[in-house]
């Protein structure tokens, strides 16, 4: 695909192999054509590698963040589970929003906790909330670690950010299903994999061994969950969709 930008004339040119069109530069269309694009290359300058929350690096896209928010706020969950721990910065993001709220406690799972990064979650000021777990997420005593830390909590949000493969993720989701609460969500992050099989840093089978196509795969299988991006609580815009890094992600339970 061929993208042009004339901001004198204020139109966008998008050539796909025998058809092309003009569309207004300052159309919803796009800003979504250009915003994909956007993403792209900003994954490949690691530009969700320059944040931070609370003091840990957190990698995320800022709006997946947000959006992340949006929707704990709403649930109150009394447990979020992560899989991928990393520097900790989403852990800490999800405490301090359940400090926020004056509700709920963070599970986090990683097949290798880094002993500075530990330190530094174990030493920080919402440490409390946290429950950090060394070991696969996808071994059946991890599973059933978590499951028994989880306890009877009514309301459960799950999120998978650690190993982004077709496999793992469809592994994840089997396994973790089960603890999510109806009308909450397990999310299968990092789908935009299947957009960026052509930038530098991509793996080559990234177009079908990602978290998308896994999660599409199992809302197929299993009818009590359905892909639905969570409702914007507040939009006075055109736009209808998320500028994210988690495309089809977000799998709520009927």
């Given at each position: 695909?061929?993208?042009?930008?004339?901001?004198?004339?204020?139109?966008?040119?998008?050539?796909?192999?025998?058809?092309?069109?003009?569309?207004?530069?300052?159309?919803?269309?796009?800003?979504?054509?250009?915003?994909?694009?956007?993403?792209?290359?900003?994954?490949?300058?690691?530009?969700?590698?320059?944040?931070?929350?609370?003091?840990?690096?957190?990698?995320?896209?800022?709006?997946?963040?947000?959006?992340?928010?949006?929707?704990?706020?709403?649930?109150?969950?009394?447990?979020?589970?992560?899989?991928?721990?990393?520097?900790?910065?989403?852990?800490?993001l999800?405490?301090?929003?359940?400090?926020?709220?004056?509700?709920?406690?963070?599970?986090?799972i990683?097949?290798?906790?880094r002993?500075?990064?530990?330190?530094?979650?174990?030493?920080?000021?919402?440490?409390?909330?946290?429950?950090?777990?060394?070991?696969?997420?996808?071994?059946?005593?991890?599973?059933?670690?978590v499951?028994?830390?989880?306890?009877?909590?009514?309301?459960?949000?799950?999120?998978?950010?650690?190993?982004?493969?077709?496999?793992?993720?469809?592994?994840?989701?089997?396994?973790?299903?089960?603890?999510?609460s109806k009308?909450?969500?397990?999310?299968?992050?990092?789908?935009?994999?299947?957009?960026?099989?052509?930038?530098?840093?991509?793996?080559?089978?990234?177009?079908?061994?990602?978290?998308?196509?896994?999660?599409?795969?199992?809302?197929?299988?299993?009818?009590?969950?359905?892909?639905?991006?969570?409702?914007?609580?507040?939009?006075?815009?055109e736009?209808?969709?998320?500028?994210?890094?988690?495309?089809?992600?977000?799998?709520?339970?009927?």
């Amino acid at each position: 695909m061929k993208i042009q930008i004339d901001t004198e004339k204020h139109i966008l040119r998008v050539e796909d192999g025998a058809t092309s069109k003009e569309i207004s530069l300052y159309s919803r269309e796009a800003f979504e054509i250009i915003s994909l694009q956007w993403v792209k290359i900003g994954w490949n300058q690691k530009y969700p590698y320059s944040f931070s929350w609370f003091g840990r690096p957190v990698i995320q896209l800022p709006e997946d963040m947000v959006r992340t928010q949006e929707v704990i706020y709403r649930l109150k969950p009394d447990v979020i589970v992560e899989t991928g721990i990393a520097h900790g910065g989403s852990l800490v993001l999800y405490a301090s929003l359940c400090k926020a709220m004056g509700k709920g406690r963070v599970i986090g799972i990683d097949i290798e906790i880094r002993p500075h990064n530990r330190k530094a979650v174990e030493e920080h000021e919402l440490a409390s909330y946290i429950t950090m777990v060394e070991g696969s997420s996808t071994d059946r005593a991890i599973v059933d670690q978590v499951k028994n830390l989880v306890g009877d909590a009514k309301n459960v949000l799950v999120i998978l950010d650690s190993n982004h493969t077709y496999q793992h993720v469809t592994d994840e989701l089997e396994a973790y299903c089960s603890i999510v609460s109806k009308g909450s969500y397990i999310v299968a992050t990092d789908g935009i994999m299947k957009d960026l099989y052509d930038v530098p840093r991509a793996g080559k089978n990234w177009q079908t061994d990602n978290p998308t196509c896994a999660a599409i795969d199992f809302a197929a299988k299993h009818p009590e969950f359905i892909i639905e991006q969570p409702a914007w609580p507040f939009n006075e815009s055109e736009l209808k969709e998320n500028v994210t890094h988690w495309p089809s992600a977000w799998l709520k339970r009927l």
